[in-house]
């Protein structure tokens, strides 16, 4: 199952964890191509256990950070490594292009 972070544990979960490489998706509820990329984001996120973290982040609750990364349409996908932002995707993507950049960072 996929963690769902906020404004408060985002630097603690994302910018500085383990070396693993890490997928924030930016969402909202009431966002139709999110719920789409959520049904993604499981497969991948069951796949990757133990080698990848993804976590979603609700853009309506968490405006700081949202803002902070420019986020100005959802689904947005943000990839870090190290605490470092190293790739983003805007809009659905497919599963093999979500785990070609996970692959990429590990």
Known sequence: MI???NDENFEKVV???SKKPILV???APWCA???NLSAILEDVCTEYKGK???VKLNVDKNT???SQYGIRSIPTMLFFKNGEK???HIGVSSKEDIKNKLD???
């Open 15 to 17: 910018l500085k964890s």
């Open 52 to 54: 990848a973290l993804v």
């Open 33 to 35: 191509p999110c719920r």
């Open 86 to 88: 190293k790739d983003m």
């Open 104 to 106: 990429s960072l590990i």
């Open 64 to 66: 700081k950070i949202s």
């Open 3 to 5: 963690q769902e972070i």
């Open 25 to 27: 998706d930016f969402w």
